[in-house]
């Protein structure tokens, strides 16, 4: 074949000819810009190259040793630039994505608006009885309760109707509660959440070491027993299947949550900073939509979606969640923060939340609603900076990198780690903390959105927190029962924040305080259902208490004057004295102001609740020993 500066179809490296031919097309394939006839070629080459080569001996690879070495490499390489293939629709949208992030991030920050809050906040609803009781009712109404009432009275009347009870049994003992011994029930829950006890028994124990005597005055253990296993707010007969299109997770509360709920909202309104994080029912038992949270101290549980005032800590909305559904095109996390900021949006409010929720689209959908936002985020967010613009900061470091969009600004700094804050509500500026340093005696000097986000986003947890000091911690193996007592528990709390916002900081009430007043109002409600004769039923207080448990001394009674008649006074004796059966003792307690015969009577009154029925069981006769 004739050498016309053509590559053969056929390549055979052992042949000088072909190589220096090879080697000129290498060099032309680096030579911008190819002319109409080099293109021409390198078209040719391409179609010889994509022929099927023929097998190499090992005379060839010898040859190969006499090409320079630095052209081995390019040697290797297709003698033509390979064509690119059109990149699929996934992969086109991939890149413009990437270029059009790239041109809308920048370095800096964008100035926060200066929007008025034009919301409205505090309470909205007048207040009649300015009392605990008054507060709790703007939450906790009347209607409320009946229908708890009514459910429990009916759910009752179902199950013993299908139970078959031996005579000695307790439930014989049921009957329909009132509204009123439902508020005294609740009233004395609220006392457990103050007097904690191992054992639910303990709070009607006759034992002086435990001496409660309001729970046995209330009602009787075995009436609040019966209430605490028939408590019921729905009716089972509406319940649907698992199966059903229908079905709610939540049916057995779904009543009261939502009257809570909307209560909650219409009476109480947020300032203009709020907060959006989760609350924590503890709950460890088979359930569907539990959850494990390592962050809360309650690890496992019935996850609840809260938003609150960051001032004031009250809980203004608030949703369950009963497991996963098919989220917005959005995604999960902003839907939830849709939802529970739905009423509170487009009045310059500012939302705190934490990297769980926070999303460049949530924070653009938010300023869209007139609502600034700030939290921490997650840099892999969708739609953030691309990673070509997020550099690694060393600890040495002191450098604040800010980055905008125009719209929203992500804050990168190192604390003990590399933190990003993403607000469109600050700009990069700092600001003094109050705080010194205790080491170098500098204050101490933070960005302006991060010393804003320490301070007002942990409302939620703060609200979690005091509905758990008080919380009615007992065993059940109905989750729905932890559930309501937590809801309840969060109403009288919130209750209390609305005390606290209309009432003037001098002479506030504590929160244990407020509780106790309220368990006061509560149980005075209670009918009076227990035999009153005895003076150690319903009278039993601080008396009863201090006459079993302070330090007693039998004392003669002396004269009251000199000019007495008597010289040798006596009185009645509090122990074994019948009514048309007086007994008379030369002997008192002074600390009690009674008086009583030395034996057996001192021992028995400063020993018993009630003395008088234990000195009949032990002197059937009625005698007690002279003196």
């Given amino acids: 074949m004739e050498n016309d500066g053509s590559i053969p179809e056929v390549l055979d490296l052992s042949n000088p000819d072909h190589l220096r031919l090879l080697m000129e097309a290498n060099v032309r394939y680096f030579d911008p810009p190819l002319s109409e006839t080099e293109s021409a070629t390198a078209s040719t080459s391409s179609n010889v190259s994509s022929a099927s080569p023929t097998p190499v001996d090992s005379s060839s690879l010898e040859l190969s040793s006499l090409v320079d070495s630095d052209l081995e490499e390019d040697l290797s390489e297709p003698i033509n630039p390979p064509t690119r293939e059109p990149l699929s629709d996934d992969e086109d949208e991939t890149q413009q994505s990437s270029t059009d992030e790239e041109r809308g991030w920048r370095r800096g920050a964008t100035k926060p608006p200066s929007w008025e809050f034009s919301g409205t906040s505090g309470l909205q609803r007048e207040l009649s009885d300015p009392t605990p009781l008054g507060y709790l009712k703007l939450l906790i109404d009347d209607d409320m309760m009946q229908s708890i009432v009514d459910e429990t009275n009916r759910y009752a009347q179902t199950s013993l109707a299908n139970k078959t009870l031996t005579p000695s049994s307790r439930f014989r003992k049921w009957t329909d509660v009132t509204l009123e011994t439902m508020w005294a029930f609740f009233g004395l829950i609220i006392g457990m959440g103050l007097i904690i006890v191992d054992d639910l028994e303990e709070y009607w124990s006759t034992d002086p070491v435990y001496a409660l005597p309001l729970f046995r005055s209330v009602m009787s253990r075995d009436q609040f027993n019966l209430i605490l296993s028939y408590l019921h707010l729905c009716n089972n007969a509406d319940n649907q299947p698992r199966d059903s299109p229908n079905y709610d997770p939540l049916f057995k509360i779904r009543k009261f949550v939502d009257a809570l709920n909307n209560n909650f909202q219409r009476t109480f309104h947020p300032g203009k900073d709020i907060a959006i994080d989760e609350a ?32 004031t800590g009250y809980c203004s909305n608030l949703e369950f969640y009963t497991g996963k559904k ?58 953030g900076p691309p990673k070509t613009m997020i550099p690694k900061l060393k600890k040495t470091e002191k450098e604040t990198v800010a980055l905008t969009n125009g719209v929203i600004t992500l804050l990168r700094f190192f604390d003990k780690r590399e933190v990003n804050v993403l607000t469109t509500a600050h700009d990069n500026s700092v600001v003094d903390t109050g705080k010194v340093n205790r080491s170098t005696g500098d204050p101490i000097i933070k960005l302006h959105a991060v010393n804003e986000y320490n301070k007002l986003m942990g409302a939620v947890d703060r609200s979690d927190q005091m509905v758990a000091y008080n919380a009615f911690k007992r065993r059940t193996l109905k989750w729905w029962k932890k559930a309501f007592f937590h809801m309840f528990g969060l109403g009288v709390l919130n209750a209390y924040l609305i005390y606290r916002a209309t009432t003037p900081a001098r002479g506030q009430q ?90 057996p009577c001192f021992q028995i009154f400063h020993t018993c609740v009630n003395p008088r029925r234990a000195f009949k069981r032990r002197h059937p006769s009625g005698e007690a020993q002279a003196e």
Avoid at 280 to 291: C, E, H, K, Q
Avoid at 351 to 371: H, I, M
Avoid at 517 to 539: D, F, I, N, T, Y
Wanted: hydrophobic letters at 30%; proline letters at 6%.
């Fill in 280 to 311: 924590m029912v503890a709950w460890r038992g088979n359930l569907s939509f539990r959850v494990y949270n390592p962050d809360k101290p309650d690890k496992f549980g019935i996850k609840v979606f809260q938003l609150c005032d960051s001032q």
């Fill in 326 to 383: 098919a989220p917005s095109a959005k995604g999960a996390t902003f839907d939830v923060v849709e939802r529970l900021i739905r009423p509170y949006i487009n009045c310059g409010r500012t939302l705190y939340v934490d990297n769980y929720y926070t999303s460049p689209d949530l924070f653009t959908y938010l300023k869209e609603q007139r609502t600034l936002a700030c939290g921490t985020m997650r840099i892999n967010r969708k739609n």
């Fill in 510 to 599: 504590s929160h244990r305080i407020f509780r106790r007043e309220l368990v006061k109002q509560l149980v005075s409600q209670a009918p009076v259902g227990r035999s009153p004769a005895s003076k150690s039923g319903r009278e039993l207080g601080e008396s009863t208490i201090f006459r079993l448990t302070a330090r007693h001394f039998p004392t003669p009674i002396l004269p009251k004057s000199d000019a007495a008649k008597k010289r040798k006074p006596q009185r009645d004796c509090a122990v074994c004295t019948e009514k048309g059966n007086r007994k008379q003792s030369r002997f008192e307690c002074t600390s009690c102001d009674v008086g009583l015969h030395v034996h």
